[in-house]
Nanobody, 121 residues
Framework: QVQLVESGGGLVQPGGSLKLSCTAS????????MAWYRQAPGKQRELVAT???????NYADSVKGRTTISRDNAKNTVYLQMNNLKPEDTAAYYC???????????????WGQGIQVTVSS
């Protein structure tokens, strides 16, 4: 069994900052690509940022320059530092990871349960 658990969300004023964390646990051999997605009410889930195991990153244009994705492979954790937050960043944020399991050696895509970020004055 593999689980992804997010933390760090909440209410923040426009222009503020938040740092989200997501930790994977369970029968894990290797974690490959990790990513953050978000979904606002009434909208489709969209990709925010990705990070490879060797720390290559990619960002959506809407967050580029304001957001940094990072990871700690020893802790099986991915982070999302968001600065200069805007009301349009309000959404449920989901962690995603491609994880190779110890038993069987197969790789699966896992999702966290989501965490709310609300940007409002």
């Amino acid at each position: 069994q593999v689980q992804l658990v997010e933390s760090g969300g909440g209410l923040v004023q426009p222009g503020g900052s938040l740092k989200l964390s997501c930790t994977a646990s369970g029968s894990i051999a290797t974690i490959y690509l990790m990513a953050w997605y978000r979904q606002a009410p009434g909208k489709q889930r969209e990709l925010v940022a990705t990070i490879t195991r060797d720390l290559g990153t990619n960002y959506a244009d809407s967050v580029k320059g304001r957001t940094t994705i990072s990871r700690d492979n020893a802790k099986n954790t991915v982070y999302l530092q968001m600065n200069n937050l805007k009301p349009e960043d309000t959404a449920a944020y989901y962690c995603n990871a491609n994880i190779q399991r110890v038993i069987g050696g197969f790789t699966y895509k896992y999702w966290g349960q989501g965490i709310q970020v609300t940007v409002s004055s």
